[in-house]
Every structure is written in structure tokens, then in C-alpha cells.
């Protein structure tokens, strides 16, 4: 079969938001009880959860961040304990591993949050129940999904679309699907990159090719435009179809590359899975990731749902101004009884390099940590000199973030609190490497949910 290509379509294909947008220059200031600034997991967290306190709530952001970069699957905290050939069942779960993780990284925010380390699971099952079109529920366990490499992730959460292929749980062969001619996934590759693991009980794999997305130009299409082409009436059915022809004897499941479907309305996977007769899944993805920019389109319009005022645009704040202020965010002037940053990292721009290492938005104090130890001088050092060679071996600049006490409240230069109403959420707040330890957007449901929570409380 061959699947027509999509006309090229932008990635802004996901729109930041269609409605609900703050009104504009020159309108009067919104007043309201929280101001969330940024939209990624972290701040939409925190929205939701002061909403679901009954708090009004304004989330301005603007631009995608990291959220929409991520594989899609959430990590909070994987075993790192384990011998390499400990078999999958025996692995810690998520908030034993989370609290050995605190106990072992005192730098690291489920260190710095206490007690509140505790609503783990709680935040979780908030963030899996908010985002219930998109994300499967928790499953009590961790779960073992695989990159488009082969390379075995653990995450606490995942996208209904990838847990059919969670290698603790496939019973039988699980068929790794690729698009013959297409250059941008192996199947062979990632089939014998997972081999090794059915020795600590995953699945045997196969690999299969599907002539699906076979004409030239379609070799080279891009992950989303992959996603859209599937989506397109008969083609997930025809995919299905295909692959149910190629299935090996005892396939009990099949993963695909990331592409299954831009939205979970288009229903891609399973279509698919009707028609191959077993379950379907994709694979966690690389950048630019499909399953990113649907965690993101989901967030933005579950915000709208929960009745989340949205404003699209950079959030200015005074010099030395605070909680109660008035602030502009896009073309606004916003007035919050509480804030919470939740503005990301380098990649959203919530900590940025200006000679040094700073916050831009309230200049708070960046903390960069080496060998464990926190050292706020660490962060006017050159850039190069908070990078290690090894790449396994943690990396200084990229831990770097600023300070919170167990409230989620940034810490000043003298490690007090800024101010009793302003939280933080997210990326923002260092100690942890984001993209590589595991426990990116897990810190991010856990400390937004703390932080909203905090925020619509917060007396005053
Ligand atoms: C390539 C990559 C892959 C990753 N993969 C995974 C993964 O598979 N699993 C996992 O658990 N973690 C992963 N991570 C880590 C995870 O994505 C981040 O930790 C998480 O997304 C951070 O969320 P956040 O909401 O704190 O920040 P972001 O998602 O970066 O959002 C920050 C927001 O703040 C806004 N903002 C900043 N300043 C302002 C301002 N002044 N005014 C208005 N808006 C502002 C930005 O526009 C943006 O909307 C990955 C990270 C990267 C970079």
C-alpha cells in the first residue's frame, strides 16, 4: 500500500491554544487568586490543582518547553539500585525508588520537598486522571517501555498508546514494527537491542517491516507528518491489516515506531489494533516527538476545560516585584494573591546564561551542584567548566536551578524563603538533570501539584 504524503504542515499544527486567550491590550487587569507562569507539565500541574482547589486561576506561557520535547512518557524515579540482570518484577517501585533517591541526593528536589515526597503516588494518579483521554492509568508498578533505539526506559506513567508494549507485561513475542524504506527507524536494531531483556523477563522480539510509507519522499517524512498520514481514513486500518499478514507465530503484541496519531481522538492505535487483532503500541520517541506534542496539545486543553484562564506571552515583572503585584503578562496586567514559576530550565528559558547562571524573571539566586554538593558559586563559573567528559557521569550545569524549601518556595541569596506566596514547580527548581536521570517529569507532576496546591491555600 502506499499512504499519500500530508501537504507539509508546520509543526505549529498543535496550536498553543485556539480560545480563552487573555484579551489584549488595553483591557482592565485580571484579578485572580494564582498566577501560574509557564505551560508545560509542570505549570499546567500546578493550574490544575489550585483549580481543583477552586482557586481562579491565570497560566500564562510563551512557547512550548521541554513538555513538548519529551519522549511522552512520564519518569519520576527509576531503580537505579538494580543489578544489571535483576529480573523487571523485582524492581522497586516508584515511590520506594523516589524515596531511596531523597535519601541518596540531598540536592535533588524529592529531597529538598520532606514529607511532601509522600503525595508521590497521589500526584501521579491526579496527573493520570486529568489527562484521562491521553494518559493510562497508574498500574502500581513501573513501567519498562523501550526508546526508538532499543535502549529500556523505566516511567511511571505513559501515554495509553505505549503501555500495550511495557516489556514487564507482554506475554508472548512482541512484534517490533518498522516502515520498510523508511530511514528514520530500525526495527532490527531496536528487536535485538530488546533481545537481551527477555532473560529478565521481557518479551522475545521480532522484527517486522510493513510496506506502508514506501515512495520516495515518504522515506524522509517527518515523525509528525508519519502520525498525520496515519490518521487519514483506511490508512491505520490498512496498517493494521498489513501487519496482521506479517505477524510472527505467538506475537502477542506489536510496537511502532512514535507515530501512532498527532491526537488520541484519531483513535490510530486502535484502529490498528482492530484490524492486526492484538494489541498495539508505539515506542517512547526521540526530537522531535509526536507523543511530546501531544502531552502538550492535551495540557492545553484540559487548562481550558478546568477553567484555567490562558494568555499567551512572556510574564514581566518589576524589579523586585512580588506576589500581589500587579505583573504583565502578554498583552495583560494580571494581579495574583500567589505565583508560581514554573517557567522550565534552558530549554523554556527559566534559567538562562547572562555571564552567569541566572533566573531572569525575579532574579533569584541559580544553585549548580557538584559531587552532591550544593555551591551557588558554582553557577557564574564558565559553562565548560560544568561539564564532565564521561556523559554517563552527572553534569553540573545541567542540574542547575534554583533553590526551594519544603513549601516549594524559592529560596533568596540567604536561603529564606522570597516570599511566603510565590512557589516553584518544575524545571526550574535544580538538583535533578531533566533529560537524563530519570525523574524529569515525574518532578514535575509532583512539585506542580504540590505547588498549585499550595498556591490556592496560601493565606494572605
Ligand atoms: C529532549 C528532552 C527529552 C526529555 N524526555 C523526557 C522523558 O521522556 N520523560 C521525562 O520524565 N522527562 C523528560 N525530559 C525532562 C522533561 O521534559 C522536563 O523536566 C519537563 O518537561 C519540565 O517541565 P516544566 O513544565 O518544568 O518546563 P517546560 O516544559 O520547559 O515549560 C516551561 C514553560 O515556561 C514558559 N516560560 C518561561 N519563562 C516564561 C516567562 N517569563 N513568561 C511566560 N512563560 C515563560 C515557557 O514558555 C514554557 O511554556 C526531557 C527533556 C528534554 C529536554
Redesign the pocket.
Known amino acids: 500500500m502506499t499512504v499519500r504524503r500530508p501537504a507539509r504542515q508546520p509543526l505549529s499544527t498543535f496550536p498553543l491554544s485556539p480560545r480563552g486567550e487573555g484579551r489584549g491590550e488595553g483591557a482592565a487587569p485580571l484579578v485572580t487568586d494564582v498566577l501560574v507562569?509557564?505551560?508545560?507539565?509542570?505549570?499546567a500541574m500546578a493550574a490544575l490543582a489550585a483549580r481543583s482547589r477552586s482557586a481562579r486561576v491565570v497560566l500564562?506561557?510563551?512557547?512550548?518547553?521541554?513538555?513538548?520535547?519529551?519522549?511522552?512518557?512520564?519518569?519520576?524515579a527509576p531503580d537505579t539500585w538494580c543489578a544489571p540482570a535483576e529480573p523487571l518484577a523485582s524492581r522497586l517501585d516508584t515511590l520506594t525508588a523516589a524515596r531511596r533517591l531523597a535519601a541518596s541526593r540531598p540536592e535533588h528536589p524529592y529531597a529538598a520537598l520532606g514529607p511532601g515526597l509522600d503525595a508521590l503516588e497521589e500526584a501521579l494518579a491526579f496527573a493520570a486522571a486529568e489527562l484521562a483521554d491521553l494518559l493510562a492509568p497508574p498500574s502500581g508498578r513501573p513501567l519498562f517501555l523501550s526508546t526508538p533505539y532499543g535502549a529500556v526506559?523505566t516511567?511511571a506513567l505513559a501515554q495509553r498508546t505505549m503501555v500495550a508494549a511495557d516489556l514487564a507485561a507482554v506475554r508472548g513475542t512482541l512484534a517490533v514494527v518498522g516502515f520498510r524504506g523508511h530511514l528514520g527507524f530500525d526495527a532490527r536494531l531496536v528487536a535485538g537491542a530488546l533481545a537481551p531483556w527477555e532473560a529478565r523477563g521481557g518479551p522475545r522480539t521480532t522484527a517486522v517491516e510493513l510496506d506502508l510509507f514506501m515512495r520516495g519522499d515518504l522515506a524522509l517524512a517527518r515523525p509528525h507528518e508519519l502520525a498525520r498520514a496515519l490518521e487519514a481514513p483506511g490508512a491505520a486500518e490498512e496498517a493494521g491489516r498489513l501487519l496482521g499478514r506479517a505477524l510472527p507465530a505467538g506475537a502477542a503484541a506489536a510496537v511502532f515506531p512514535p507515530v501512532l496519531g498527532r491526537a488520541p481522538a484519531a483513535r490510530v492505535m486502535e484502529r490498528i489494533a482492530g484490524a492486526a487483532g492484538l494489541p498495539v503500541a508505539e515506542t517512547?520517541s526521540d526530537?522531535p516527538s509526536v507523543p511530546g506534542l501531544r502531552l502538550q496539545a492535551a495540557l492545553e486543553a484540559r487548562l481550558l476545560a478546568a477553567g484555567v484562564e490562558l494568555v499567551s506571552?512572556?510574564?514581566?515583572v518589576e524589579r523586585g516585584g512580588r506576589p500581589g503585584d500587579e505583573v504583565r503578562?502578554g498583552g495583560r496586567e494580571v494581579r495574583a494573591r500567589s505565583w508560581v514559576l514554573?517557567?522550565?530550565?534552558f530549554?523554556?528559558?527559566?534559567i538562562v546564561r547572562r555571564g552567569a547562571l541566572v533566573e531572569?524573571?525575579l532574579g533569584l539566586p541559580v544553585q549548580a551542584t557538584e559531587a552532591g554538593a550544593p555551591d551557588g558559586e558554582l553557577a557564574s563559573r564558565p559553562a565548560a567548566s560544568l561539564t564532565v567528559r564521561a556523559r554517563r557521569a552527572a553534569q553540573p550545569l545541567l542540574a542547575a536551578g534554583v533553590r526551594i524549601d519544603r513549601q516549594l518556595r524559592p529560596l533568596d541569596a540567604s536561603g529564606a524563603p522570597l516570599h511566603p506566596r510565590l512557589f516553584a514547580?518544575?524545571?526550574?527548581i535544580g538538583g535533578h538533570e531533566?533529560?537524563a536521570d530519570?525523574?524529569?517529569?515525574?518532578?514535575?507532576v509532583l512539585t506542580?501539584y504540590l505547588a498549585g496546591s499550595a498556591a490556592a491555600g496560601a493565606p494572605g
Open positions: 507562569v509557564g505551560g508545560g507539565l509542570a505549570g500564562a506561557r510563551r512557547a512550548p518547553g521541554a513538555t513538548a520535547l519529551s519522549s511522552g512518557a512520564i519518569g519520576a526506559v516511567a517512547l526530537v506571552g512572556e510574564v514581566a503578562a514554573a517557567s522550565g530550565r530549554v523554556g528559558g527559566g531572569p524573571l514547580a518544575g524545571a526550574v531533566v533529560a530519570g525523574t524529569g517529569l515525574g518532578v514535575g506542580g
